[in-house]
Each structure stands twice: as C-alpha cells, then as structure tokens.
C-alpha cells in the first residue's frame, strides 16, 4: 500500500504560520487526488482541504479554514502541502494526510492515511 510520511507539525502562537508537508512513496503520485484531515481531542476527525490530480489541480476548502489554508503539491517530488496562516486556537489538533480521500457514507475512506502529526497553536 501507498507510504505516507508527514512533517511540520510542532507549536505556534495565535497569527502565526506552519507549513505541513507530506510524502508519497510506492505508486504514481500525480493522477490521484490528496487531502489534509484533523482531529482534535474529543472530537470527530473533520475534512480540512482536498488537491485534484487533474484539470490543473483544483482545490477545495471546509468554510473553517477557507481563506487561511492553502494546499499544494509538488508531483516531481512526490509530496504534498498544507500551509497554514493566521492560525488559532481552535486549529490545535493532530493533521492527516490522505492518499485518494472520498467520502463513504457519514465516514471519511482513504487508500492510505499518513501517521499523523501534532498542531498546538497557543493564545
């Protein structure tokens, strides 16, 4: 199955900014799309971004982050982006990436999900 190795996670103040990346390894890359997830403590995991692997890479946001969240990707290196500004409290949860996310009923299916990496974003 696809390998998926996320970075960046670690702690910020309220404003700041953080650059998530994550990397593909074991099938093409570039025809499949890929999105960000989160979870915080207590709560359901909750759709943040998706990237098309075609018709030039379109995006799509949830409302909660539209405007401070960019995803992108990088084919030639296998990896894709979530940059994240203007950030706040309420963005504090652990970020996945997700290998061809579609949505099954009232869940959230991937072929592969990265490990996870932790976003703490203090007042």
């Known amino acids: 199955q696809v390998q998926l190795v996320e970075s960046g996670g670690g702690l910020v103040q309220a404003g700041g900014s953080l650059r998530l990346s994550c990397t593909a390894s074991g099938r093409t890359f570039s025809i499949y799309p890929m999105g960000w997830f989160r979870q915080a403590p207590g709560k359901e995991r909750e759709f943040v971004a998706r990237i098309f692997g075609s018709g030039g890479g379109n995006t799509y946001y949830s409302d909660s982050v539209k405007g401070r969240f960019t995803i992108s990707r990088d084919n030639a290196k296998n990896t894709v982006y979530l940059q994240m500004s203007s950030l706040k409290p309420d963005d504090t949860a652990v970020y996945f990436c997700?290998?061809?996310?579609?949505?099954?009923?009232?869940?959230?299916?991937?072929?592969?999900w990265g490990q996870g990496t932790q976003v703490t974003v203090s007042s």
């Open positions: 997700a290998w061809n996310p579609y949505a099954d009923g009232s869940r959230w299916r991937a072929d592969s």
